[in-house]
């Protein structure tokens, strides 16, 4: 079965210092990954896919198939990236499984 | 244009009565995916809905039915409420059905069940 675990619920860091958000997932098809961020008072939209191997707003995340791991980072974090922060997994073409997320809090 | 719209906002409903949630996709999207979010949670997934079929659906009882209107915009629908369907209700649109294509969300529906 797919799972996606993000460890921690709320991750606080100072601004300027680097920032990593865990998440794993467990799934026996060829995983398709995903990191999506709500910012206070806004939507769920979409941040980054491992497939596009992309940077956005400075967060980069890599796929590791053998650690089974997503995890998102930054090398300086900035206040205005304080949000909640889910983890997601493609799975069977068209179906999602999101873990539980993760608040990162960037103190001034 | 306005993005994803969900109506209504909030609502309260009791024990066993029916609800009707409804969804109108970002212009131009044809998919329509529907999420519940209980507190503290990640959105799960309920079901997809593409061409007024639905295409893919999650692991939540027969309950909760939806439909999918030739102008793309789709219902969802609880039967028999239980206290445990408390939650934000999410829809989703996206150009085509596979998952790959981004997902658009919208603001939610907040269902509280007494």
């Known amino acids: 079965a797919q799972r996606v675990t993000q460890p921690e619920k709320l991750l606080s860091v100072f601004k300027g210092a680097p920032v990593e958000l865990k998440c794993n997932y467990s799934?026996?098809?060829?995983?398709?990954l995903f990191w999506y961020v709500q910012y206070s008072r806004q939507r769920l939209q979409l941040l980054l896919r491992?497939?596009s191997r992309e940077s956005i707003k400075g967060f980069t995340a890599d796929l590791n198939k053998g650690e089974t791991s997503f995890h998102l980072k930054k090398p300086f974090a900035q206040e205005e990236d304080s949000a909640m922060y889910y983890c997601a997994l493609l799975y069977n073409f068209n179906k999602f499984y999101f873990g539980s997320g993760t608040k990162l809090n960037v103190k001034p | 244009d306005a993005g994803v719209t969900q109506s209504p906002t909030h609502l309260i409903k009791t024990r066993g009565q029916q609800v009707t949630l409804r969804c109108s996709p970002k212009?131009?999207?044809?998919?329509v995916s529907w999420y519940q979010q209980a507190l503290g949670q990640g959105p799960q997934f309920i079901f997809q809905?593409?061409?007024?079929?639905?295409?893919q659906r999650g692991n939540f009882p027969d309950r909760f039915s939806g439909h999918q209107f030739p102008n793309y915009s789709s219902e969802l629908n609880v039967n028999a409420l239980l206290l445990g369907d408390s939650a934000l209700y999410l829809c989703?649109?996206?150009?085509?059905?596979?998952?790959?294509?981004?997902?658009?969300f919208g603001p939610g529906t907040r269902l509280t069940v007494l």
């Open positions: 491992h497939i």
């Open positions: 212009s131009g999207h044809d998919t």
């Open positions: 809905y593409y061409e007024e079929e639905e295409r």
């Open positions: 989703a649109s996206s150009l085509g059905v596979a998952g790959l294509d981004t997902q658009y």
């Open positions: 799934y026996s098809g060829s995983p398709e």
